[in-house]
């Protein structure tokens, strides 16, 4: 069953975050991530909400516990605390605010 983990973070400088996120899309494809998308608090850029969508939970769970993934976030400036949540696509997702970040899109895998 497909899964969709939503992630939250606070960042340090959203252009320095943004820059090791793009770089790891490897790191993404290896684990299935299907799509993703980007988007910040309107009020505050160091905000960043994230959804990434796999084929199985087992992929999503393997994405957000690997060592590669937790360096990424170091190097980027990750702040505040890591909040993820991986649900199947048949459990309802509660909408977020927030305006999308140019280049966000959700055919690009992550």
Same mark, same amino acid.
């Given at each position: 069953m497909a899964a969709t983990m939503f992630v939250r973070h606070e960042v340090a400088d959203y252009g320095a975050w943004r820059s090791v996120y793009d770089s790891v899309e490897g790191l993404r494809q290896q684990h299935?991530?299907? =799509?993703?998308? /980007? =988007? /910040?608090?309107?009020?505050?850029k160091?905000? /960043?909400f994230v959804v990434h969508r796999f084929p199985t939970l087992e !992929? $999503? !769970? &393997?994405? $957000? &516990?690997?060592?590669a993934l %937790?360096? $990424?976030m170091q190097k980027a400036g990750v702040t505040g605390p890591r909040?993820?949540?991986s649900r199947s696509r048949s459990s309802r997702s509660r909408p977020? &605010? &927030?305006a999308p970040t140019r280049g966000a899109s959700s $055919? %690009?895998?992550l």
């Open positions: 299935g991530c299907t =799509s993703a998308e /980007v =988007s /910040v608090d309107a009020s505050n160091n905000d /960043v !992929q $999503a !769970q &393997g994405f $957000a &516990g690997s060592d %937790r360096e $990424a909040g993820s949540n977020i &605010g &927030g $055919a %690009r895998a």
